[in-house]
């Protein structure tokens, strides 16, 4: 599971880069977020820009990784191309997760 992350304004950004979240990453993709946030003080924006499908593993993934950040490090998602929102829409985990457009718009004021 290819991800990388940066500090950028007041949030750390975790980019995938990877076309897929499903069932056979899940678990990677788990065990690299906790890596790549372990240090995180403050939001953090999961840039979902490259990846085309998410099922319902990569989901539950995504929210481990939401639960493992606790309450005082929000997860944040931007970037979803139309078939992974409709993935977060149709199971009302839009209501769960703030969704940018785009990782511009997470740090418009």
Known sequence: MNLSSK?????LVVSVHETRIDASVAIQFK??????????????????????????SGLGAIVAAMKQLGGKNPLELAGL??????????T????VFRIHN???DAFVV
Do not use: C, P, Q, W
């Not at 500090?7 to 949030?11: L, P, Y």
């Open 7 to 11: 500090a950028e304004g007041d949030a």
């Open 31 to 56: 065990d690299r977020m906790r890596e790549e946030t372990d240090t995180a003080d403050g939001r953090v924006v999961l840039n979902l820009s490259e990846v085309d499908f998410i099922d319902s």
């Open 81 to 90: 191309n139309e078939n992974v929102d409709k993935v977060f829409r149709l």
């Open 92 to 95: 009302r985990m839009d209501t």
């Open 102 to 104: 785009s990782l511009d």
